[in-house]
């Protein structure tokens, strides 16, 4: 393979060392000697290189025969899920429920919990003392001259 190539990994065709968009004019002839399209790196013979070519033909080779067991094994898998039930949508709500688990028993959450359940504390008796003082407030505002005057008057109003 030409060094200078730029290989895209996410290609579809990544590691198969072929560039498809040269012309086939430009793609080497196997065994041409002194190919002035491709020349060979400095230093390199052309022996060396044909070994390169060939251990490169034979690691594409097992890249595509990994890429088949694997795409079979993904097969067989995705058969033995749907037999047992196992729908994406079971496996998605059990990795949610395992997730929210792990999470609850998390120090981290633990933590928050407690502070937020003490906030809530603190701030339910915040509320419960305030109210009991606007509550007592306006009982001695209800009982204060003032009010009952006003009282008085508004009553007035009501009998006219």
Do not use: C
């Not at 290609?11 to 060392?17: A, D, E, I, V, Y």
């Not at 399209?37 to 251990?55: D, I, K, M, Q, S």
């Not at 120090?107 to 603190?122: D, F």
């Not at 701030?123 to 005057?149: C, E, H, P, Q, Y």
Request: hydrophobic share 30%; no cysteine; glycine share 6%.
């Amino acid at each position: 393979m030409d060094p200078s190539q730029d290989i895209n990994l996410n290609s579809p065709n990544k590691g198969l060392g072929v560039d498809h968009s040269d012309s086939l004019a430009e793609v080497p002839v196997e065994g041409a000697v002194g190919n002035s399209v491709n020349p060979l790196p400095p230093g390199l013979t052309e022996e060396e290189a044909e070994e390169l070519r060939t251990e490169l033909m034979k690691v594409e080779e097992e890249i595509n025969t990994l890429r088949q067991v694997l795409s079979a094994k993904e097969r067989h898998a995705a058969e033995l899920k749907r037999k047992l039930g196992l729908s994406p949508l079971n496996e998605l709500r059990q990795n949610i429920t395992k997730s929210w688990q792990d999470v609850q028993t998390s120090n981290a959450y633990k933590k928050t919990q407690e502070t937020l359940s003490q906030a809530g504390q603190k701030t339910s008796a915040a509320l419960t003392t305030v109210g009991s003082a606007i509550t007592r407030r306006l009982g001695d505002m209800r009982n204060s001259a003032t009010f009952k005057s006003f009282e008085d008057k508004m009553g007035n109003l009501k009998v006219s």
